[in-house]
Every structure is written in structure tokens, then in C-alpha cells.
């Protein structure tokens, strides 16, 4: 008998086995600009470091370089340039699913070519902005997609820096230094933008779930105060978030599915010959798939789904143009079930209908005027929609009123900042944004005292913002710079302004040592459904607070900034905030403060006369990623009290007075290209305050009431959570997977959230935040 040999399946187990014996590489390429003017820099070195043999290349006309075949794996990247400072980026990650694409800014040396400094300088320990002096730190993809519990969502990575506690782990709201979630801002692409978070309440920061995808995100900054002058209408913190372009010489994927829904992302060139390039992602979820697998979610059905995009659209003539924006729909519902039987809490009776709708969409352009100036301009349209609508089945099973609300406001944003560098040691920033706002509020409710539908918010209306900033950067010497600028805000409705300082220094003691210093005046506008909130006076509608003016206050910060090796560094900054002009309810017996609001409108008449003080010192010792091992610690002593009419101080309801947090991660690297990650996250912070209930009163009335007069004088217990994350990375021919098993709360401690009155079986309750939440992931990139 003869033997057959089949030689199509022999060679092509042969190609096989050859390929897997090959090491796996991808390309690395990017562009090299200057730090101020973003000028393409032509003829600059790069360099892989370490590599054997060493793999380098010059960057071309464009400033545009290109490193072909890199090993997979972790690598660090030198660039040089005649007349700038060295600079090394540390744990560049290459994958073979995707190409690493760079953006890398250098910074003049102002000592020019007589006295060249060569250093490395490590990148990861500042932030973007260079006139960004204190408080304010880079966080990047990386960390969001590696810390537990982060979930690829900037707030909940946020929660391991210092200074940062969240109001509620169920969601993304965080307070930084003792502030009202409702004191941060956010900006994407250097443009103000509504809150880009899932289930959202009206007016506030936070939300569910992040609606912004890590596949579109850039490394960003985050500010936590006596931030630059191109900061505006913000007390507490900023997140100004960058998006990176689409891949625009090779078509890329990405997806990922687990128990939070699909994810699917794309990005590509438009054609070989042009440089622009688009970048999109799409995400379904259903959380009743948690809910088929054990695990609590509630008893209404909850949905989501999101889309981001940024397309880049370049000219030879005309400058650059971006077209970016997200828009994302959520909504939970819950029928009660017509038996009362099944009515084990007052909460299983209600009807709820509530949905959370945001849009965004930007175009920007920039254009450089000269190889010293760029200007960068963009026109942005918004919008969001919140409605809540709740009834409540009497004996009969028939609906009743209880509560109703419908909150949309448009807005559409023009900005343009012009960036000129002087010279090596002068820059200058300078800026205006124009807002103009639509909006339709309304909100009804039963009163349970008199049985009465009321309506304290009902209006159609609309209003302007002027806002106009300038800053200098000045480096005297290589040791020293300066930071100084002005912003004004401008609420043209009622014509209130504020002309706000700001000034911060740093002094490079040597190497690896600096210390800084900031001040900055800063304030906010109410939210809108303040100023349009309508009480009965002697029979008639008015509405008391049109004439409001800025919440505001003065930021001081004294910073320390050590490193003890290449990979190590230590901070302390310890802070001071007064906070003064705060809108207060206009009652000399009451604690209402808009200090203390994280949501909604508050529809009493309010003045101007509330006062406020944060203080507080912060430690932060952290390695950057270094032979596989990162590890962040955190720790804040601080203290955050307000004063409204009744003239009494007391605790802001985030006055935890301490929060410690440790972040954690290990990558190992197994056979066949295979990487293991092991991630840690301890918190430990003070409990937040709370109000005493008043039983009598709840019981009266069939719902929650409080004794006012105690406001925020009875403490939580202290607050603790670990949680942990394992994946499993591995790098095929032509694909990266990884799959992830987030474990949050994993030790599954029961935190008291607060408590309630329940109705239906007439006692106090307690409720307890998260409790343990498997969230199971798999990503293929290619």
C-alpha cells in the first residue's frame, strides 16, 4: 500500500509552526513636536532603548518617525533634539494586535546651544499642560484600563489619587478635597461638555457607567485645584480629556464582550494617500445579564448604549479639522406587580419610568500661523435629557401622582485660543468661549402635608456666558518658572462677572527635587434650575433667585515633589480653600447650602451669603511601571465644613477627614507570549455625614423626613473596599486578546450608605453600598 502524502496540509502546518516560532513585532511609530507651539520638529532622534542591535530613526519634514519590527513587549523611547531637552518615555506597551501610535512634545532649552543640558527627563510625572503647575497630574489609558474596579471610566480611576473619595461606588461621582461633586468640570478636546455619564442625575458630575470608551481616550490631566487660568466655572477639579486619532495607514478592530455588554471599536485611513483617519466605537448593554446570573441589580430593568467617534480630517492649506462627539441613551423601569403580597418594601409599589440622554458633537480646527503660534478653534453643540417620572399603586392597584420631572437644555459652545511662544523662556495662552444655552425645565411633585401637586420649577428660557482667559509661562531659568493669568466669566442674564487671578511657581531644587506653589481665585454659576426655581409669595409665583451671583473661592497650594530613583517618586502638597459668596437657602434657621447639593436643583429662595473652608495635607508615593510591578499609595488628612444663614459650622456631608488608598499590579510573563496580570485596590477613607431622621414626622407622612436643625451631625462608619482584577494577555501573529475577570468589593464588606424610612413596614432601615461584583471581559484586538 502507498503512503499519500497530502503536501497542501504538510506545507501549511510548516508556514504554521514557523510563524509561531517567529517573535512577535509591530510598529511603532508617531510625531515629534514642540511642547508649546506643537510645531512638527524635523531631523529629531528616537530611539528604542536596550535594543539589540539598537533600532532608531530620525523623524522626516513632517516630524513624523517610524520604528518598524519592535519586539512585543514593554519598551522605554528616547528623543533627542539639537537645542531641546531630552526626554525618555518609560513602558511603552507593544502589542501585536495594534500599531503604537505617538505623539511626543519636547520642551525648548532656554539655554540654547551655549549651554546644552542633556537629561532624561521622565514624562509620566507631569502633566499635559505645561502651565498646569500644582494639583494637577497625567492619567493615561494604561492606568484606566489596569487599575480593579476602574472599568476603563476615568472617575473610578480617579478614586486612587489623592484627595479623591467617591460619593457612592455604585457610581462614578467622586468629591475631590471635601467639594460638591457638582464643583467639577469637564473638557474634552479644550472645550467645556456636559456630564458623559450613564444614568446621571440632572446637575451633577457622575454617574452609572463612564460614557466615554478608553478606545477613544488619549492621556489626559486631572486638576484638584488653583488650576490655570483657561479653567473656568469650577470649584473643585477638571478633567481635561484628550482623544487620540485613528490609526491612518492600517485598519484596526477592536472588540470586547462581557457581563456590562458589547463593545466594538474600528479605526482606519480613509485612503492610502490621505492622511486623515477615523476612529469609532459603538457599546450595547443590558444589565439584566448580571441579573440571570445571581447577581443583585434591583428589580427594574436597566439598558444602555453609547457612540463615540473622531475623525480627523487634515488640509495642506487650511490647517486640520476634527470631528468628534459621543452620544449615549440609558434608561431603568420598574412596573410594581399587582399584588401585595409581593410588597415587602413601600419601594415595590411604585410605577418608575426614568431615562438619561446625552449628545455631543465638536468640530475643531487648528491652523499654525507661524512656526512660533497656532490657533486652535471650535464650535461644539450639546445636549442632554433627563426625565423621571414616578407612581405609586394605592390598594387598588390603581397609579397615583407622586412625582414627575423633565429636565433638556441645549447648548452651543464657539472657543478660540490662540498659543504663541515668545521665545525659550516667554509663552502665552490666551482664549475666549461662548456659550449659549436653551433650556426646558420642569418639576412636579405630590406634598405630602397638604395633599397638594406642586410645581416648584416650570421654564422655558435661555442664557449666555462669556468667558475669556490669558496666562504666561515664564522660565527665567532652568530651574524656575512662573505661571500667571487672569480669567473672567460672564453671566449675561443677570449680569454678574467675576475677574479671577491666578499665579503658581515652581523651583527645580535639583534633579530629582522641586517645590510649588499656586494660588487662584475661582468661581461657578448656579445650576440653571436655581436661578429659575418659583415659590408662592402672598398668593404669587415668584422666582426669587434670578439675581444670584457665583459661588467662589480662593485655592492656595504648597507642593513637594521628591524623586528617590528613576521610578519612585514621592509628594506631599498640603492645601487651603475659602469659600465665600456661596448661594444659601435665604432662611436664618436653615442648613441648606449649595456646598453640600452633589444632584439637582434646589428650588428655595437663596442669597449669596454662605461661607465655606477645606484644608488638608496629601501624601502620594508612587513607582511607575517598573520591571512589570506599578504600585500607587495615597493618603489624605483634610477637613471640609460650611456655614449657612443659621450661622452654624458644620461638616460638609463628604468631610471624611481621612482617605487612604492603595493600587497595585503585577504583570507576569508566562510561556508563549502569554502575560498574566494581577491588580490590587485597597481604599480606606473616614465616613461620610448625615442627617438625623425624624420619625415622627416620616411616619406622619409616609416617606423620609429629616431634622433639619441636625443637619450633617451624625457620622457613617469608616469605609471599606478591596478590589482585585486578573487577566490573561496573549500576543498572536496578528491579534492581542485579553481576557479579565474584575472582582470589585471582593472581600464583600457591607459599607452603610445611609438610612430610610420604610413605610411599609413602619421602621428605619439601612442601606449598604456595592457589595461583591464579578464583571467578566473579553477583548481581541487586530
Known amino acids: 500500500m502507498k503512503t499519500r502524502v497530502h503536501f497542501p496540509f504538510f506545507l501549511a ?203 477613544l481616550l488619549s492621556n489626559s490631566d486631572f486638576s484638584t485645584g488653583a488650576f490655570p487660568a483657561e479653567y473656568g466655572n469650577a470649584l473643585a477639579g477638571v478633567f481635561d480629556l484628550n482623544l487620540r486619532k485613528g490609526n491612518n495607514e492600517k485598519r484596526e478592530y477592536t472588540v470586547q464582550a462581557g457581563f456590562l455588554g458589547l463593545d466594538v471599536a474600528a479605526e482606519g485611513p480613509f485612503s492610502k494617500n490621505y492622511r486623515g483617519s477615523y476612529l469609532i466605537n459603538y457599546r450595547y448593554s443590558t444589565l439584566s445579564v448580571l441579573s440571570n446570573l445571581g ?89 442632554h435629557n433627563y426625565g423621571d417620572q414616578e407612581d405609586r399603586l394605592n390598594n387598588s392597584y390603581e397609579p397615583q401622582f407622586d412625582f414627575r420631572s423633565a429636565y433638556t437644555t441645549k447648548r452651543i459652545t464657539i472657543t478660540s485660543v490662540l498659543n504663541n511662544k515668545l521665545n525659550a523662556k516667554n509663552s502665552l495662552r490666551s482664549g475666549v468661549y461662548l456659550k449659549r444655552y436653551a433650556y426646558n425645565l420642569t418639576k412636579r411633585y405630590l406634598d405630602k402635608e397638604t395633599d397638594q401637586i406642586e410645581e416648584p420649577l416650570n421654564s422655558t428660557s435661555h442664557a449666555s456666558t462669556l468667558q475669556a482667559f490669558s496666562q504666561w509661562s ?146 502620594t508615593i508612587e513607582q511607575f511601571l517598573h520591571n512589570n510591578l506599578y504600585f500607587l499609595f495615597s493618603g489624605s488628612l483634610y477637613n471640609s465644613q460650611y456655614k449657612a444663614l443659621d450661622q452654624v459650622w458644620r461638616n460638609t456631608k463628604f468631610n471624611g477627614n481621612h482617605a487612604l488608598s492603595f493600587t497595585a499590579g503585577k504583570d507576569y510573563q508566562l510561556k508563549k507570549n502569554r502575560t498574566f496580570g494581577l491588580n490590587l485596590r485597597t481604599i480606606y477613607t473616614g465616613g461620610f455625614w448625615t442627617t438625623p431622621i425624624d420619625y415622627e414626622k416620616s411616619a406622619e407622612f409616609g416617606e423620609t423626613r429629616y431634622v433639619q436643625a441636625l443637619a450633617f451631625t451624625e457620622q457613617l462608619p469608616d469605609y471599606f473596599r478591596t478590589d482585585l482584577k486578573l487577566s490573561l494577555k496573549r500576543n498572536r501573529l496578528k491579534a492581542t486578546t485579553t481576557l479579565a475577570l474584575d472582582i470589585q468589593n471582593v472581600t464583600n464588606h457591607k459599607n452603610l450608605g445611609g438610612q430610610y424610612y420604610e413605610a411599609q413596614s413602619g421602621k428605619v432601615e439601612k442601606w449598604y453600598m456595592l457589595s461583591l461584583l464579578p464583571i467578566l471581559s473579553y477583548r481581541i484586538e487586530f
Not at 298 to 304: E, I, L, P, S, Y
Not at 337 to 357: A, C, I, M, P, V
Not at 591 to 608: F, I, K, Q, W
Open 13 to 215: 502546518l510548516l508556514v504554521n509552526l514557523t510563524l509561531h516560532a517567529q517573535s512577535l513585532t509591530q510598529t511603532v511609530r508617531g510625531t515629534v513636536v514642540d511642547k508649546i507651539s506643537q510645531s512638527a520638529l524635523p531631523g529629531a532622534s528616537v530611539v528604542v532603548l536596550n535594543s539589540t542591535p539598537l533600532i532608531g530613526t530620525t523623524t522626516d519634514t513632517d516630524g513624523n518617525f517610524k520604528l518598524e519590527r519592535i519586539p512585543v513587549g514593554i519598551h522605554t523611547i528616547r528623543v533627542s533634539f539639537i537645542g531641546y531637552k531630552d526626554i525618555t518615555i518609560p513602558n511603552v506597551t507593544v502589542n501585536s494586535g495594534k500599531e503604537v501610535v505617538l505623539t511626543l512634545s519636547i520642551e525648548e532649552d532656554i539655554t540654547q546651544l551655549n549651554e546644552i543640558v542633556v537629561r532624561p527627563d521622565l514624562e509620566k510625572n507631569k502633566p499635559i499642560n505645561e502651565m498646569a503647575t500644582v494639583s494637577t497630574r497625567t492619567f493615561s489609558v494604561e492606568e484606566t484600563r489596569k487599575f480593579a474596579a476602574a472599568v476603563n471610566d476615568p472617575g473610578r480611576a480617579a478614586v486612587s489619587f489623592a484627595g479623591v473619595v467617591s460619593t457612592d461606588d455604585g457610581s462614578n461621582s467622586i468629591s475631590i478635597r471635601g467639594n460638591s461633586p457638582t464643583g467639577l468640570l469637564w473638557r474634552m478636546e479644550g472645550v467645556d461638555i456636559p456630564n458623559p455619564n450613564h444614568f446621571a442625575s440632572v446637575a451633577s458630575s457622575g454617574g452609572g457607567i463612564s460614557i466615554l470608551s478608553t478606545q
Open 295 to 383: 447577581v443583585n441589580v434591583g428589580d427594574a430593568v436597566t439598558n444602555f448604549q453609547d457612540l463615540s467617534y473622531n475623525i480627523f480630517l487634515p488640509t495642506k492649506k487650511l490647517g486640520n479639522f476634527s470631528l468628534f462627539g459621543f452620544g449615549g441613551l440609558s434608561d431603568q423601569n420598574q412596573n410594581a406587580k399587582k399584588d401585595s403580597t409581593l410588597w415587602e418594601e413601600d419601594y415595590q409599589r411604585y410605577n418608575y419610568n426614568y431615562f438619561s440622554n446625552t449628545g455631543v458633537t465638536g468640530l475643531k480646527h487648528t491652523v499654525t500661523l507661524n512656526p512660533n503660534t497656532f490657533l486652535q478653534s471650535s464650535i461644539l453643540l450639546s445636549g
Open 474 to 619: 515664564y522660565r527665567p531659568t532652568e530651574k524656575l518658572t512662573f505661571n500667571s493669568g487672569i480669567h473672567f466669566l460672564f453671566l449675561n442674564d443677570n449680569k454678574t462677572y467675576s475677574v479671577e487671578p491666578r499665579i503658581s511657581a515652581q523651583y527645580n531644587v535639583s534633579e530629582k527635587q522641586s517645590i510649588s506653589i499656586g494660588y487662584g481665585l475661582h468661581s461657578q454659576m448656579q445650576t440653571l434650575g436655581v436661578y429659575q426655581a418659583q415659590i408662592q409669595e402672598n398668593g404669587m409665583l415668584t422666582k426669587p433667585n434670578l439675581n444670584l451671583g457665583f459661588n467662589k473661592a480662593h485655592h492656595f497650594v504648597l507642593a513637594l515633589d521628591r524623586s528617590l530613583t528613576k521610578y519612585l517618586h514621592v509628594k506631599v502638597e498640603t492645601y487651603y480653600q475659602q469659600l465665600f459668596h456661596i448661594a444659601v437657602e435665604n432662611d436664618v434657621t436653615s442648613p441648606v447650602s449649595s456646598l453640600v447639593v452633589e444632584d439637582g436643583y434646589a428650588t428655595v429662595a437663596m442669597v449669596n451669603d454662605g461661607v465655606g473652608k477645606n484644608y488638608g495635607v496629601e501624601l
